[in-house]
């Protein structure tokens, strides 16, 4: 028997343009998550995200009933069946490692992703070219939420949210910091790690976090690990934190060059969106790489 949620989003961007504007030459980016369902509406020749909504419930132990609620968020959001020029389908969760690009063998990419973590039951393993990065990233979906999403969008366009924060960040020029720089993506009970030095991709990982001094304690360790210099990286977070939440307090207190993930620059973004911190959808925005 299927249960009734209450589903309104927990944020909605959108104006008058949207209703201006011929919807299928525009690119429908959605992202999913364990417990969150997000979009946004982007024109690729204007370079202009025109909505945005992020849907956020309690993660079901049963990927059938995750599926369950986000039928119920088609039900109540039609926007997300006009008919794009293209949708892209992108997943946070699974598990995921990169691969050098010249190294990569897509005959056993399973292989590259079970040398790490163990074989999970209905997974899927998929795998997305960085090429700029010279990298490959391989990861892992739940089979069934996977072909429920491709068969209600229609798309063959599929990325991992990680693929996206890696494009995204080259538009930063921190990411040339000679002393290092960490970005760190921080989202409901997880986080992810992206280091580089002087524009050189030194590694990417994601933690499962409880408290604000777990994701401080891995970004110490981290940063230790890629042979730099606490004192001197610069971190930048991105995600949906506060100034006065919990992790960031505990950031402060023990990273000396912190700062915002700033909003991915040359695009343009309606007021609306504008008013929500740049960092929030860091993740979200930076889909419009991966079309």
């Known amino acids: 028997m299927s249960v009734t949620y209450n589903i309104h989003p927990a944020f909605a961007a959108d104006d008058a343009s949207l209703l201006e504007t011929d919807l299928t030459t525009c690119q429908l980016l959605v992202l999913v998550g364990k417990g969150s369902f997000n979009y946004v509406v ?3 020749a204007a370079r202009k995200f025109l909505a945005l909504k992020s849907y956020r419930f309690t993660p079901q132990k049963a990927t059938i009933a995750d599926i369950e609620v986000i039928e119920q968020i088609f039900d109540t959001d039609k926007l997300l069946f006009t008919n794009f020029s293209d949708v892209l389908l992108a ?28 074989e999970q039951a209905q997974e899927l393993i998929m ?60 989202q409901q009970h997880k986080f992810t790690l992206t280091v580089y030095r002087f524009g050189k991709l030194l590694l ?18 981290t940063i230790r690990q890629a042979g730099l210099d606490e004192s001197q990286v610069k971190v930048k977070v991105g995600g949906p934190v506060t100034p ?23 695009f343009w973004y309606i007021n609306k969106m504008e008013e929500i911190p740049g960092y929030y959808f860091n993740n979200l925005y930076s889909l419009a790489l991966c079309v």
């Open 42 to 44: 982007y024109n690729p």
């Open 204 to 221: 990417q990982t994601e933690m499962n976090s409880q408290t604000g001094l777990d994701v401080v304690y891995h970004l110490i360790n």
């Open 91 to 118: 997943f946070d969760g699974g598990n995921s490692t990169l691969v050098p690009e010249v190294h990569f063998d897509s005959a056993i990419k399973k292989d590259y992703l079970h040398l790490i973590y163990p």
């Open 127 to 186: 795998a997305d070219t960085v090429s700029d990065q010279q990298m490959v990233n391989v990861y892992s979906v739940d089979k069934d939420l996977f072909g429920f999403l491709r068969k209600e969008f229609s798309t063959d366009k599929f990325a991992h949210v990680n693929t996206g924060l890696l494009k995204g960040y080259r538009f930063d020029n921190d990411y040339l910091e000679l002393n290092g720089i960490v970005y760190l993506d921080i």
């Open 244 to 266: 006065d939440s919990q992790i960031y307090e505990e950031l402060h207190r023990f990273v000396p060059k912190l700062e915002w993930v700033p909003r991915l620059t040359g």
